[in-house]
């Protein structure tokens, strides 16, 4: 089951929501196959096809942008296959094209993504389950 946050910037009113955690469809990397880059599709494909999947883990992470100081809402995945090979796919900032990493900061302490402006705010209705 997952959860969800909501962030609203008081600066601009800009409303971000965050997913956390696992949902459902889940168990199977090719359930939820298109919310990946298209280069991660390909080689979620390419490992399925030639290798025997040992394991695979996935849920909705928050990953921030270092150079932007900007959060944002992906899956995490980890495929192990091939006797311990991982595979991770690779996230990009949308605004600066820079890796994006796991983080580990409170939502409300990056920058607003609208305007730019350090006054981030948790929405009171915090968790949400969405499946
Ligand atoms: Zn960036
Ligand atoms: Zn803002």
């Known amino acids: 089951m997952g ?26 990397v090719f359930n939820i196959i298109d919310q990946f880059p298209l280069g991660a599709q390909k080689k979620i494909k390419y490992i399925s096809s030639f290798f025997q999947i040992e394991r695979q883990d996935m849920s909705y992470e928050v990953f921030e942008c270092r150079v932007c100081d900007t959060s944002h809402s992906r899956i995490h995945l980890s495929i192990k296959y091939n006797n311990g090979m991982v595979y991770n796919p690779l996230y990009r900032c949308p605004e600066c094209r820079r890796k994006l990493f796991k983080s580990k900061r409170q939502l409300q302490n990056y920058k607003c993504r609208r305007c730019g402006k350090y006054s981030l705010k948790n929405s009171k209705t915090k968790f949400i389950i969405w499946d």
């Open 3 to 28: 959860s969800g946050k909501s962030i609203t910037c008081e600066s601009c009113g800009d409303k971000k929501m965050y997913y956390l955690g696992v949902g459902f469809a889940f168990s199977n």
